[in-house]
């Protein structure tokens, strides 16, 4: 069971590049996040999708955009990359009967992406 | 703000010993609390919860207990084994917010 992938694993980028981060998941969940993990720091929710066609903004949104076409996939898109956006980056999925909840069921993650600006 | 905080960075235990890991938050509106795990190079793991209508909930040798007068939560870990060294993060989420702690790495020595 491949559950939650994110790719790339690593990325290096220099200041004012974009790139998109993948993440995939085949549980058929139909909520998913993107969180991003400072040193010393908890996970903060940058965006989530509670379905395909339908996003909206968590905590730490500027800066980045999303899109979710389909339930498998929730690609996060950096536009023009910041220091401030060196960051581990988690995409989780859940899945839940309750519109309004956002994660009264468990998350499964997806083992992360290591990025550094430059 | 952070609402929700780990203090302890590191809690260091011998093998077969009790584990305490601390959580406390400070919005009580807070209605959902969970435990995650994480080891290096893997995201987090679900490990356990409770329901902010509950005390405690148990699942083999994991329990959380929850006070809610206090605004804090616990996960003890009976008995400690060596694949419990980890990072463990508490959560508590409300409608459509979830926040997470900074983490507890625990060590648990042979």
């Known amino acids: 069971n491949a559950g939650v992938t994110q790719t790339p694993k690593f990325r290096i980028l220099k200041i004012g590049q974009s790139m998109t981060l993948q993440c995939t998941q085949d549980?058929?969940?139909?909520?998913m996040y993107w969180y991003r993990q400072d040193p010393g720091m908890g996970l903060k929710l940058i965006y989530y999708?509670?379905?395909?066609?339908?996003?909206d903004k968590g905590e730490v949104p500027n800066g980045y955009n999303v899109s979710r076409s389909t339930t498998e996939d929730f690609p996060l898109r950096l536009e023009l990359a910041a220091p401030s956006q060196t960051s581990v980056y988690f995409c989780?999925?859940?899945?839940?009967?309750?519109?309004?909840?956002?994660?009264?069921?468990?998350?499964?993650f997806g083992s992360g992406t290591q990025l550094s600006v430059l | 703000d952070q609402q929700v905080k780990q203090n302890s960075p590191s809690l260091s235990v011998q093998e077969g010993r009790i584990s305490i890991l601390n959580c406390d938050y400070t919005?009580?509106?807070?209605?959902?609390f969970l435990w995650y795990k994480k080891y290096p190079a893997e995201g987090p793991t679900f490990l356990i919860s409770i329901s902010s209508i509950k005390d405690k909930n148990e699942d083999g040798r994991f329990t959380v207990f929850l006070n809610k007068s206090a605004k804090h939560l616990s996960l003890h870990i009976v008995p400690s084994q060596p694949g419990d060294s980890a990072v463990y993060f508490c959560?508590?989420?409300?409608?459509?917010?979830?926040?997470f702690g900074a983490g507890t790495r625990l060590t648990v020595k042979p």
């Open positions: 549980m058929n969940h139909n909520y």
């Open positions: 959560a508590a989420s409300l409608i459509r917010d979830m926040r």
């Open positions: 989780a999925s859940s899945y839940s009967l309750d519109r309004l909840a956002l994660a009264n069921e468990k998350l499964f």
């Open positions: 999708s509670v379905g395909a066609g339908i996003t």
């Open positions: 919005n009580s509106m807070f209605d959902y």
